[in-house]
């Protein structure tokens, strides 16, 4: 029988409504005994592991906090992410050590040069507010060729998460408050800044870590309104999200806030 347009006609929109409720169906799920705990680095650290793709993640050894501990300062470690700080002195140099995926955000202008075993360099030029992900970085040295400081934010992506969330995504309910600053298929980072007493829209975000600065104040309402954790930077500048559950941001504090967002997608 040839095909016929005209008879096929509501077919066709009725097979890619089907195939397009397969895929939606297909997306991982919280299952059950897998609900994660509350907002805290704690629940974190005990969220349910994924298979560790074994060519995506390896021991990035060395390590960088182990090589240069005045240089690598862990700011939290939730399990499947660990922050850190890095500070470079002007002319200051890093002996070789590696990292697995990761984001890493530039607070503030500098310049960081990168080289290999093999001798190949990569001078970097790096201006605040940036942000750009990586896939593992087997053995580099560091080095600041610069008369200034250099500073790094790194969000390490140590192991996957089982547990995915369905909700509001911010970057949907509040784009007037979050902004995308970079993100593949494992991590989406995002800039959260919210003057001071405002509140962010209630939007349900992936297991996360956020980092923020001194002075600055954030607490958290579960979707009822009700506060579920406060956070002042001036205790810890971090913290990480494990639950399923919508949430709000709040800044408490008398200064405005940003928060850089980095999730295990």
């Given at each position: 029988?040839?095909?016929?347009?005209?008879?096929?006609?509501?077919?066709?929109?009725?097979?890619?409504?089907?195939?397009?409720?397969?895929?939606?169906?297909?997306?991982?799920?919280?299952?059950?005994?897998?609900?994660?705990?509350?907002?805290?680095?704690?629940?974190?650290?005990?969220?349910?592991?994924?298979?560790?793709?074994?060519?995506?993640?390896?021991?990035?050894?060395?390590?960088?906090?182990?090589?240069?501990?005045?240089?690598?300062?862990?700011?939290?470690?939730?399990?499947?992410?660990?922050?850190?700080?890095?500070?470079?002195?002007?002319?200051?140099s890093?002996g070789?050590?590696?990292?697995?995926?990761t984001?890493?955000?530039?607070?503030?202008?500098?310049?960081?040069?990168?080289?290999?075993?093999?001798?190949?360099?990569?001078?970097?030029?790096?201006?605040?507010?940036?942000?750009?992900?990586?896939?593992?970085?087997?053995?580099?040295?560091?080095?600041?060729?610069?008369?200034?400081?250099?500073?790094?934010?790194?969000?390490?992506?140590?192991?996957?998460?089982?547990?995915?969330?369905?909700?509001?995504?911010?970057?949907?309910?509040?784009?007037?408050?979050?902004?995308?600053?970079?993100?593949?298929?494992?991590?989406?980072?995002?800039?959260?800044?919210?003057?001071?007493?405002?509140?962010?829209?209630?939007?349900?975000?992936?297991?996360?870590?956020?980092?923020?600065?001194?002075?600055?104040?954030?607490?958290?309402l579960?979707?009822?309104?009700?506060?579920?954790?406060s956070?002042?930077?001036?205790?810890?500048?971090?913290?990480?999200?494990?639950?399923?559950?919508?949430?709000?941001?709040?800044?408490?504090?008398?200064?405005?806030?940003?928060?850089?967002?980095?999730?295990?997608?």
């Amino acid at each position: 029988m040839l095909f016929n347009p005209k008879r096929c006609g509501l077919a066709i929109p009725v097979l890619c409504f089907s195939m397009w409720c397969l895929t939606a169906c297909s997306q991982e799920k919280v299952e059950p005994g897998q609900t994660p705990g509350s907002h805290s680095s704690e629940s974190a650290a005990n969220m349910p592991s994924g298979d560790m793709d074994p060519d995506l993640f390896f021991h990035a050894e060395p390590d960088p906090v182990e090589v240069a501990p005045d240089n690598f300062h862990v700011v939290t470690d939730a399990g499947f992410i660990r922050l850190l700080h890095a500070e470079f002195p002007a002319g200051a140099s890093v002996g070789m050590h590696s990292h697995p995926p990761t984001a890493m955000y530039v607070p503030g202008d500098c310049e960081i040069v990168y080289s290999e075993e093999n001798g190949a360099e990569r001078h970097l030029n790096l201006h605040a507010g940036l942000c750009f992900l990586t896939d593992p970085i087997p053995d580099r040295l560091l080095s600041n060729p610069s008369d200034r400081p250099s500073e790094l934010i790194i969000f390490e992506l140590r192991d996957t998460v089982r547990a995915h969330f369905d909700g509001p995504d911010p970057l949907v309910y509040d784009l007037t408050r979050f902004q995308r600053l970079g993100g593949n298929k494992i991590m989406r980072v995002l800039s959260l800044k919210l003057p001071v007493g405002d509140t962010t829209e209630a939007v349900a975000l992936q297991p996360f870590v956020a980092w923020f600065k001194n002075g600055e104040s954030v607490t958290i309402l579960d979707k009822q309104g009700a506060g579920a954790a406060s956070h002042e930077a001036a205790d810890s500048p971090a913290f990480a999200g494990t639950s399923p559950e919508p949430i709000r941001f709040v800044n408490s504090g008398g200064n405005p806030v940003q928060l850089i967002i980095a999730e295990n997608k």
